[in-house]
């Protein structure tokens, strides 16, 4: 099976503070993404990448930033995090040429 | 960018009752996407959809791949407790999107039982 995991479930940071968000798949999948999810808005995508080292900004990229450095490893950095960033977090890995995306547990950050 | 339509917003039913949900765009999708989320858990998949026209079940779902390419729905039958939850569809437009989904709001079912 495939399994995505979420370096956090639940994160408490102060506003400004820089946030990273890690994200692991065991599966060799060449894509991954994050996604943010509000009540009544759905998931909306921040990122999303390929390849390792290539990047693609999703629908609303403002305030975030991600690193692939390993093609297991998908992180996503708020560089000064603001009250409007709390949410939560979804990381989600397909194959390339795959649409059936695979999600981790999510990570609930609250941003004080 | 796209949009997806999913109605209704919330659901509350009592256990046994089907329960139908359905998802539209104005834009034409290659592939449809039916996921379910626990509370406090990410989405699992359901049912992935491939061809329009296509009816696919697993289990007491059924789900189903619009002719015009621009809707799917979803059927649950005989309601457990267990199917509380999130539900959302998903489509993918093809072409060079990497596997990029658009995401319907959500619809959140409450099972009384």
């Known amino acids: 099976d495939v399994k995505v995991t979420q370096s956090s479930r639940y994160l408490v940071k102060r506003t400004g503070e820089k946030v990273f968000l890690e994200c692991v798949q065991d599966m060799d999948h060449e894509n991954m993404f994050w996604y943010r999810q509000d009540p009544g808005l759905g998931l909306r995508l921040i990122y999303f990448?390929?390849?390792?080292?290539?990047?693609e900004k999703g629908d609303i990229p403002e305030g975030y930033s991600v690193s692939r450095e390993k093609k297991e490893r998908f992180s996503l950095i708020l560089e000064s995090a603001s009250t409007n960033q709390t949410s939560m977090y979804l990381c989600?890995?397909?194959?390339?040429?795959?649409?059936?995306?695979?999600f981790g547990p999510g990570t609930r950050l609250t941003v004080l | 960018g796209q949009q997806l339509n999913q109605s209704p917003q919330s659901m509350f039913i009592q256990e046994g009752e089907d329960v139908s949900m359905n998802c539209t765009s104005s834009s034409i999708f290659n592939t449809w996407l039916w996921y379910k989320q626990d509370p406090g858990e990410g989405p699992v998949l359901l049912i992935a959809?491939?061809?329009?026209?296509e009816l696919t079940s697993n289990g007491r779902l059924t789900a189903q791949f619009g002719i015009t390419r621009k809707d799917s729905f979803l059927n649950i039958s005989a309601s457990i407790p267990s199917d509380v939850g999130i539900y959302f569809c998903?489509?993918?437009?093809?072409?060079?999107?990497?596997?990029?989904?658009?995401f319907g709001q959500g619809t959140i079912l409450t099972v009384h039982p």
């Open positions: 990448s390929y390849d390792v080292k290539m990047k």
């Open positions: 989600a890995s397909s194959l390339s040429g795959g649409n059936e995306q695979f």
């Open positions: 998903a489509g993918n437009a093809g072409g060079t999107s990497y596997g990029k989904l658009t």
């Open positions: 959809l491939y061809k329009a026209g």
